[in-house]
């Protein structure tokens, strides 16, 4: 039997990664192969092809890499066609996903959504039955999602969000704050650019002018910048060198970093949610193009359908997070945003009480496997 993954992102490796170990305890025989990153080698994937390097956000950011991304997906397409999986299970990345698995339903291949795109927040009813009627499966993550491809007529079913199996430290919060930062006992602020080389390049220099203030306010202050991958880390590595900030660069214990922090500065993505599951005031930082905003806030009129841009406040309907969105991500507004969660007792826990609201909203653990054994039998691949 063969099952071919295509997971394009490190946000989507990971969640691949964690499937994969589910689905190999019910298909032990099973040749899982495809396309993926370091999570996915790591665990013994048979990596074909690995674009999570080649990750964007925006309209017009991608285009740099549109040669690249084409010839990935006519890599995957020919995977398809000589290979002929017995199923083609697509993770996250809806932008290279959905036309591949279009191509899969030609050959007759059946597929699976696995994170599947998020047309309940940001799309439109015809983008969600065109969704639902190309797939064969949709695994959703969330309870709306789940209501919104139901109402399109796709064949979906809802467990509960993985991220609750996902987010687990390895480490107590006293073992990583002694881990990463020795005897220290002031505040701890972890420093989160993202995963995407666009996102590092816009937000890395940015995030270190930030701290410069937040340095200034709070001399004591450490910083901590986990790094999703190797090659993000050489990257942040090479910004951090130059600057006199005391940032620890840490790989492969991002879930440590953040529980042992006191505050979360990040890139807008799974990585809010991440930080409210584990109880850690969070603030969101979205840059991209002005050309991509506009389209975004004008033609497709995002703003209109969402109140607001970072999933915790999403699902509560309330801006427990503060989103620093464009012009207002600056160096002054997020050090602005960052201080009263260092200096005012009542203002953090009125942000842990309602991250606790969030985690409710998301179902309960154990998500990871019966998603993997809903794939097996409804597919009847045993």
Not at 99 to 113: D, E, M, R, V
Not at 220 to 249: D, T, Y
Not at 262 to 286: F, H
């Amino acid at each position: 039997m063969k099952i071919l993954f295509s997971a394009g992102e490190v946000s989507g490796d990971l969640h691949a990664a964690f499937l994969l170990k589910e689905l190999r305890k019910l298909l032990p025989e099973a040749h899982f192969f495809g396309m993926g990153g370091e999570k996915l080698s790591a665990a013994g994937f048979d990596v074909k092809l690995d674009i999570t390097a080649l990750g964007s956000i925006g309209l017009f950011e991608a285009l740099p890499r549109i040669f690249s991304l084409n010839s990935a997906l006519s890599h995957m397409k020919a995977l398809l066609l000589s290979e002929r999986p017995d199923l083609l299970i697509l993770i996250d990345s809806q932008g290279f996903n959905m036309p591949l698995a279009s191509y899969a339903g030609s050959l007759g291949i059946k597929t699976c959504y696995y994170i599947p795109p998020q047309e309940w927040l940001w799309g439109t009813a015809r983008g969600t039955k065109k969704v639902a009627e190309s797939l064969d499966l949709i695994l959703a993550i969330f309870e709306k999602e789940y209501f919104s491809y139901k109402k399109a007529g796709g064949r979906v079913k809802y467990f509960g969000h993985p991220l609750l199996d996902i987010v687990k430290p390895s480490l107590s919060r006293s073992e990583a704050r002694k881990r990463f930062t020795g005897d220290f006992s002031g505040p701890v602020v972890a420093l989160c650019p993202g995963s995407r080389t666009q996102e590092l390049a816009v937000l890395l220099p940015l995030f270190i002018r930030s701290a410069y203030l937040i340095k200034r306010a709070f001399p004591e202050v450490r910083f901590l910048m986990p790094a999703a991958s190797s090659w993000a880390k050489n990257i942040i590595g090479r910004s951090v060198k130059s600057s006199s900030l005391p940032i620890n660069i840490i790989e492969g214990l991002n879930y440590d970093v953040l529980n042992c922090s006191d505050l979360v500065i990040a890139a807008s993505g799974t990585i809010n949610l991440e930080s409210s599951i584990l109880g850690i005031p969070n603030i969101m930082v979205y840059k991209l193009s002005w050309l991509s905003y506009f389209i975004g806030k004008y033609i497709l009129r995002i703003d209109k359908k969402m109140p607001y841009f970072s999933m915790p406040n999403i699902l509560i309907n309330e801006k427990l997070v503060p989103e620093l969105i464009m012009g207002a991500a600056s160096p002054e507004n997020i050090s602005a945003a960052a201080l009263p969660f260092l200096s005012d007792p009542t203002i953090r826990k009125k942000t842990i009480n309602g991250f606790l609201r969030v985690k409710t909203l998301l179902g309960s653990p154990g998500a990871i496997s019966r998603c993997a054994s809903a794939i097996v039998d409804s597919f009847s691949l045993k």
